[in-house]
Every structure is written in C-alpha cells, then in structure tokens.
C-alpha cells in the first residue's frame, strides 16, 4: 500500500511545493522584470540598451557557469543550505543595484553578486528535492514547484512597472530586494525540507516495505562523465540553450520592444504578465500530460509553440497581436525546465542527479546571455529587433527537432534504456508512473 498521506493529511510533501515555488516566485520575479528597468535606467543614467543588456548577459552567463557548481553542493551539503543562501545574496544584490550610479558598480552587484544568488537558487535545487520527495506524479509535482516562476512573472513585472511609474525604479529595486529578505528567505527556512525522511516520510507514492530499493535507487545511478556521454542528454542540453536563448528577449527586450510600437508601459508590462499568466496553465499542463504520455513529444511541442510565438511576434503591429504572441509564448514559458529535468531523471537515477543536471542546466543561462547581449547589440546597430525575433523563432523549432529525436525510456520496463550507452550497473529509479524501473 502507497504511503502518499501524513496520517490522514495533507502530503508534506505538497505543502513543501509551496517554499519552493515561493523562491522561484522571487528570483524569476526579479530576474523577468529587468526588462521594466531597461528604459528608465538608460534614460536617467545615460546608458546605452547595449550597455546594460551586457550586465544582464554577465549575469546570465555567470548564473549558468555557477549551475554546475551548485549542482555539486547540493550533492554534499543539502538543497536546504544552498537555496537559503542564494535568497540572501539575491536580496542583497538588489539592494546594492538600487544604489548602483556607475556602469562598474551595476555590473557588481546586478551582473555578479545577484548571478551567484540566482544560480543558488536555481530549478537545479528544485529537480533534486522533488525527485526525492515524489515516486508519483514527479513531473507534476516539478510543474507546481515551478509555477512560482511564472507567478513572479505574473505579478512581480506588472508591479514593478507600476513602483518604476510611481516611486522611481530605485525604489522598486528596493521593495524586490527585501521582500526577498524579509518574507522569502523565513518561508524557505521554516518550510523547506531536503528529504522525506527529514519529517519521518516515506516518498510520496512508495510503496510500503520497498525501503531498501529506494535506498539503492538514490545511491546508484550513472556519473557525471558516463551521463555526458550519453547523446540524449546533449540533444536535452542544446534544448535548454534554445530555452535560455528565446527567453532572453521577453525577459529582457520585450517591454522596450513594445514601447517602440507605441504601445504604453502599462500595457507593454501587462503583456509580459500575460506570458506568466499563460505559463502557469501551460506548465501544470505539460507536467499532467507529461506523466501520462511520450515526455519527449510533449518537451518537442513546447519547443515548437516556442518558435511560433516569435513568428507571432514577427507579425506584431499592435497590442492584439502582441498579446496573441504572449498567449502561445506563455504556454511554452516554465514547461522546459520540468519536462527535460523529469527526463532526465528517469535516464541517469538519483545519486548524481544535482551535478549533472546542474550541469545541463549551466548552458541555459549562457544561451540566455548571449540572446540578451545579441538583441541589444542588433537593436543599436539596426535601431530594430526583427533580426533578433528571427533568430528566436529558427532556434526555437531547431530544438523542437532535437528533442523529438531523444530516446525516452520505457516508464514500464527497462526497455527503453539506451544500449549504446555504458550502464554502471542497473539502476532502479523511480518511475513517474509509479513503482520503479531497471536503468
């Protein structure tokens, strides 16, 4: 019998769903709403959209390079310590950029202390707890944990433009800073929880008795080098730098793309909170469809809409068809990360799961920064984005491509284990359709 209940209540396990998606409300908020500062900051301090499209790059960049490290940490010391640590640097750093009045002093607390928080606080620590926490229903469960994402985006962006119209961008800086200070780091801390076992729990969806396969499960698994030589995981990865790279537009250039089209802040800002409204039904939806069909067909056809919206975009030429390309982008938006990680899981087990998704995970923020740098660079030498837009859209169906061509294993037996691929040993990891699996 599956032990999914806390003596007759709630799973913990869910409840812990909310610490997590709380942080990433947080860190995606501040991370989404760049593109609010982007203007007002160029405007007041003389820097050219090129120039602060650059320390958002390094950022992106930096959190990326950082990834694999983190991944490791949270193999040795726990996901608890490393993500309350990156909350702290991340509310920090943003209390720093609010009073940043040189380029070099921006370019240290926004594109460095606040790249080491967020990679601190990444979605690596989410697909490592969530996999140990859920038998059953794991990529839903990585969804809920991901929809703080797009709950930031939802919220933070909209808010942040209307602090930026009312108080000064200086200010909304301050107000993001510490709410992550003040209210984000006590949740995490109170809340999170690395394993069930912490709280006396059994995973939800184990079943009773099965103790020593899941111990074995969380100890086996393949390394870091067999796991990176496996081409599945490569096509997975190319996927995330395609992610990172169309993300780096909306998060980054959108609202200024808007404003070049007339079209109010306000209005821009809630444009871009469509993408996060959309994200959430979007997300939950590819998770639920995740566990019940080929992960890999669902993955590819986020990758496609990717691709489509920015063709939407392309086409723009008011706000109805920019809210059309923020519906199709909103739906692909916080889908990737939960999809390829639960892949991913399934490929490689448990015991190395954080470093070597970690480093998966490092060329989505690299793909992320050269997008951001690249857009501004095209938009100060051609004074437009249709270039960059272009780029978007052919990158996004490459990966659509890519991704239909991964290998996924049977969640039924062992049979869709990859035979040219050097395995350690079997494997039993636990199956997203319940139970376990021969790896």
């Given at each position: 019998?599956?032990?999914?209940?806390?003596?007759?209540?709630?799973?913990?396990?869910?409840?812990?769903?909310?610490?997590?998606?709380?942080?990433?409300?947080?860190?995606?908020?501040?991370?989404?709403?760049?593109?609010?500062?982007?203007?007002?900051?160029?405007?007041?301090?003389?820097?050219?959209?090129?120039?602060?499209a650059l320390a958002?790059?390094?950022?992106?960049?930096?959190?990326?390079?950082?990834?694999?490290?983190?991944?490791?940490?949270?193999?040795?010391?726990?996901?608890?310590?490393?993500?309350?640590?990156?909350?702290?640097?991340?509310?920090?750093?943003?209390?720093?950029?609010?009073?940043?009045?040189?380029?070099?002093?921006?370019?240290l607390a926004y594109?460095?202390?606040?790249?080491?928080?967020?990679?601190?606080?990444?979605?690596?620590?989410?697909?490592?707890?969530?996999?140990?926490?859920?038998?059953?229903?794991?990529?839903?469960?990585?969804?809920?944990?991901?929809?703080?994402?797009?709950?930031?985006?939802?919220?933070?962006?909209?808010?942040?433009?209307?602090?930026?119209?009312?108080?000064?961008?200086?200010?909304?800086?301050?107000?993001?800073?510490?709410?992550?200070?003040?209210?984000?780091?006590?949740?995490?801390?109170?809340?999170?929880?690395?394993?069930?076992?912490?709280?006396?729990?059994?995973?939800?969806?184990?079943?009773?008795?099965?103790?020593?396969?899941?111990?074995?499960?969380?100890?086996?698994?393949?390394?870091?080098?067999?796991?990176?030589?496996?081409?599945?995981?490569?096509?997975?990865?190319?996927?995330?730098?395609?992610?990172?790279?169309?993300?780096?537009?909306?998060?980054?250039?959108?609202?200024?793309?808007?404003?070049?089209?007339?079209?109010?802040?306000?209005?821009?800002?809630?444009?871009?909170?469509?993408?996060?409204?959309?994200?959430?039904?979007?997300?939950?939806?590819?998770?639920?469809?995740?566990?019940?069909?080929?992960?890999?067909?669902?993955?590819?056809?986020?990758?496609?809409?990717?691709?489509?919206?920015?063709?939407?975009?392309?086409?723009?030429?008011?706000?109805?068809?920019?809210?059309?390309?923020?519906?199709?982008?909103?739906?692909?938006?916080?889908?990737?990360?939960p999809l390829t990680?639960?892949?991913?899981?399934?490929?490689?087990?448990?015991?190395?799961?954080?470093?070597?998704?970690?480093?998966?995970?490092?060329?989505?923020?690299?793909?992320?920064?050269?997008?951001?740098?690249?857009?501004?660079?095209?938009?100060?030498?051609?004074?437009?984005?249709?270039?960059?837009?272009?780029?978007?859209?052919?990158?996004?169906?490459?990966?659509?491509?890519?991704?239909?061509?991964?290998?996924?294993?049977?969640?039924?037996?062992?049979?869709?284990?990859?035979?040219?691929?050097?395995?350690?040993?079997?494997?039993?990891?636990?199956?997203?359709?319940?139970?376990?699996?021969?790896?």
């Amino acid at each position: 019998m599956s032990r999914e209940v806390d003596v007759g209540r709630l799973y913990y396990g869910w409840v812990m769903l909310f610490s997590i998606a709380l942080m990433t409300f947080a860190s995606s908020g501040s991370r989404f709403s760049f593109g609010v500062f982007l203007v007002p900051m160029s405007e007041d301090l003389h820097w050219g959209r090129d120039q602060l499209a650059l320390a958002a790059s390094v950022n992106l960049i930096l959190a990326g390079l950082l990834r694999a490290v983190v991944g490791f940490g949270v193999d040795r010391y726990g996901s608890k310590a490393v993500v309350i640590t990156g909350v702290f640097l991340c509310g920090v750093s943003l209390l720093l950029t609010s009073v940043a009045r040189e380029l070099w002093q921006f370019y240290l607390a926004y594109g460095v202390l606040l790249a080491i928080g967020f990679a601190f606080a990444s979605p690596v620590v989410v697909t490592t707890v969530v996999s140990k926490w859920f038998v059953k229903r794991r990529s839903l469960a990585m969804s809920i944990g991901s929809t703080g994402a797009a709950l930031g985006q939802l919220v933070t962006v909209p808010m942040a433009m209307l602090a930026v119209i009312t108080v000064g961008y200086e200010n909304a800086y301050r107000v993001i800073g510490l709410f992550m200070l003040l209210i984000v780091m006590p949740v995490g801390y109170f809340l999170f929880f690395d394993k069930p076992s912490d709280k006396g729990l059994e995973p939800y969806g184990a079943e009773a008795g099965d103790a020593k396969r899941r111990a074995a499960a969380g100890n086996l698994g393949m390394t870091l080098k067999e796991a990176m030589r496996n081409p599945d995981i490569w096509k997975l990865t190319v996927g995330f730098f395609a992610c990172g790279f169309t993300m780096s537009f909306a998060s980054t250039h959108f609202i200024a793309f808007a404003e070049d089209m007339d079209i109010e802040p306000m209005a821009a800002a809630n444009a871009l909170g469509i993408v996060g409204a959309c994200s959430l039904v979007g997300g939950v939806t590819a998770g639920y469809l995740g566990d019940r069909f080929s992960r890999k067909n669902v993955l590819a056809c986020v990758y496609l809409l990717r691709g489509l919206s920015f063709i939407v975009m392309l086409q723009a030429n008011g706000l109805a068809a920019l809210y059309l390309a923020s519906f199709i982008l909103g739906i692909s938006w916080t889908s990737t990360g939960p999809l390829t990680s639960a892949i991913t899981a399934d490929k490689v087990g448990l015991k190395n799961l954080g470093s070597i998704f970690g480093t998966m995970y490092t060329i989505m923020p690299i793909g992320t920064g050269v997008g951001a740098y690249l857009a501004g660079a095209i938009y100060e030498s051609r004074h437009s984005y249709e270039l960059s837009l272009i780029l978007s859209a052919a990158i996004g169906l490459i990966a659509a491509v890519m991704v239909f061509g991964v290998r996924e294993p049977d969640r039924g037996s062992s049979k869709g284990k990859d035979e040219r691929q050097p395995q350690p040993q079997p494997v039993l990891v636990p199956s997203l359709a319940g139970g376990e699996q021969a790896r």
